[in-house]
C-alpha cells in the first residue's frame, strides 16, 4: 500500500512539473471568462441623410465562446457576416434621424481557453494563401523564405524556421514612422514595428513558402480581474497537417522566456475580434477595403467618418460562457 502511494505520489509530481514546463515555468493556464462592455460614440456631420455604423463582434471560434448580452441604442441594429473571412458585425443604419452624436453600448460574455494547434473545419481558402493590400510578397521576401527554408519539408518545421527568424530579425519599436501598417515589405527592411508588422512579414514569409496563413486581430486584457483595453493586439495563424498553428511573434519578443510557448500556443489574455486583412463588410461599406478591422467603423452618405470615441472596459467573471 505505502509503496503504491509513493509511486502515485511521485507520479503526481511528475505531472506537475511536466505541466510547469508546458508553459514556462508557471502553472497550466485555465480558461478566463470575462464581461466586456463598449460604449461607441460617433459626431454625426450636420445634414447627414444617412448613417451606418458597424461594429466588430467577437466571434465563437475554436478557443473563444462569445455572448452578445445586450445592445443600447437609439437605433435598430442587426448581427451581419462577411462572406470571405466570416467576420461578424453588429450593424446600425439610419435615415435622416436629425441626431448630431450617436451613441450605443454593447455587452458581452466571453470565455477564452488556453489555444493551441487545432485541426482545420475546412480547406484554407484562396484568401490565405494570396498577398493583399500592404502584405505583399517581393523578390527579397521570397529569397528570406527560400534560404530560411533551405532544406526543410516538413512544413510545420517550416513554419517554425520562419518563426525563429522573424523572432531575430525583428524588434518590437513604435518610434518613427511607418509602423503599425502591417506592411510586409516595411517590415522586412526596416526591421522594427508593432504586432501587425511582426505578423505580416511572417505570413508574407509563409505565403511565399507555399504555406497558407491567416491574420487574426483582436484585444490585449491586462492581468487585473478588471480594467480599461487600450488599444488591439494581434497575432497569426499558418496551416500545417490540416491544422491551423497560432504564431504570437512580438508577444515573444517582449518575453524571450516564452518564446517557445509562442509558437503553436496562446494565452488567455486575449479576445479575438476578426480575421483577415482588406476587408469587405456586410453591409459592403462604400470606401475603400479595411487593413484590418479591429473597432468601430462609420460613414456618413458613403464617406468615412474618424470622430469617433471608443471606451472597452472588462471584468472576470466565474463560470463557462
Known amino acids: 500500500m505505502m509503496k503504491n502511494f509513493r509511486w502515485m505520489l511521485s507520479a503526481c509530481?511528475?505531472?506537475?512539473?511536466?505541466?510547469?514546463?508546458?508553459?514556462?515555468?508557471?502553472?497550466q493556464p485555465r480558461p478566463r471568462t470575462i464581461e466586456l462592455y463598449e460604449t461607441v460614440k460617433v459626431a454625426v456631420p450636420q445634414g447627414a441623410r444617412e448613417i451606418r455604423l458597424w461594429i466588430p463582434k467577437p466571434p465563437n471560434d475554436g478557443?473563444?465562446?462569445?455572448?452578445?448580452?445586450?445592445?443600447?441604442?437609439?437605433?435598430?441594429?442587426?448581427?451581419?457576416?462577411?462572406?470571405?473571412?466570416?467576420?461578424?458585425?453588429?450593424?446600425?443604419?439610419?435615415?435622416?434621424?436629425?441626431?448630431r452624436r450617436l451613441e450605443v453600448r454593447l455587452r458581452y460574455r466571453i470565455e477564452r481557453q488556453p489555444e493551441q494547434s487545432y485541426q482545420a473545419r475546412q480547406e484554407p481558402s484562396r484568401a490565405d494563401l494570396t498577398p493583399r493590400g500592404l502584405l505583399v510578397v517581393d523578390d527579397e521576401i521570397r529569397e528570406i523564405a527560400r534560404k530560411q527554408?533551405?532544406?526543410?519539408?516538413?512544413?510545420?518545421?517550416?513554419?517554425?524556421?520562419?518563426?525563429?527568424?522573424?523572432?531575430?530579425?525583428?524588434?518590437?519599436?513604435?518610434?518613427?514612422?511607418?509602423?503599425?501598417?502591417?506592411?510586409s515589405v516595411y517590415a522586412c527592411r526596416i526591421g522594427k514595428g508593432n504586432c501587425t508588422d511582426f505578423h505580416s512579414l511572417f505570413m508574407a514569409l509563409a505565403m511565399a513558402s507555399g504555406i497558407p496563413s491567416r491574420f487574426r486581430m483582436g484585444l490585449p486584457l491586462p492581468e487585473a480581474p478588471e480594467g480599461t483595453v487600450s488599444g488591439y493586439h494581434c497575432w497569426?495563424?499558418?496551416?500545417?497537417?490540416?491544422?491551423?498553428?497560432?504564431?504570437?511573434?512580438?508577444?515573444?519578443?517582449?518575453?524571450?522566456?516564452?518564446?517557445?510557448?509562442?509558437?503553436?500556443?496562446?494565452?488567455?489574455?486575449?479576445?479575438?475580434?476578426?480575421?483577415g486583412r482588406e476587408i469587405r463588410l456586410s453591409p459592403p461599406q462604400k470606401g475603400p477595403l479595411l487593413n484590418f478591422f479591429h473597432g468601430p467603423f462609420a460613414e456618413a452618405d458613403g464617406r468615412a467618418l474618424y470622430d469617433i470615441e471608443l471606451i472597452r472596459n472588462y471584468?472576470?467573471?466565474?463560470?463557462?460562457?
Open 149 to 183: 527554408t533551405q532544406g526543410i519539408t516538413d512544413p510545420v518545421e517550416k513554419g517554425r524556421a520562419l518563426y525563429r527568424y522573424v523572432l531575430k530579425r525583428m524588434a518590437y519599436d513604435k518610434s518613427g514612422s511607418g509602423w503599425g501598417r502591417g506592411d
Open 315 to 321: 471584468r472576470d467573471i466565474g463560470g463557462p460562457a
Open 63 to 99: 478557443s473563444q465562446a462569445a455572448e452578445l448580452l445586450g445592445v443600447d441604442s437609439p437605433l435598430p441594429y442587426q448581427v451581419t457576416k462577411e462572406l470571405e473571412f466570416g467576420n461578424e458585425t453588429v450593424f446600425f443604419k439610419a435615415h435622416r434621424t436629425g441626431l
Open 236 to 275: 497569426a495563424e499558418f496551416y500545417a497537417r490540416g491544422s491551423w498553428i497560432p504564431v504570437d511573434i512580438s508577444e515573444a519578443w517582449k518575453n524571450p522566456k516564452r518564446a517557445e510557448f509562442y509558437f503553436g500556443r496562446l494565452d488567455v489574455n486575449r479576445v479575438l475580434l476578426s480575421t
Open 13 to 27: 509530481v511528475a505531472g506537475i512539473a511536466a505541466l510547469a514546463a508546458y508553459s514556462g515555468g508557471s502553472p
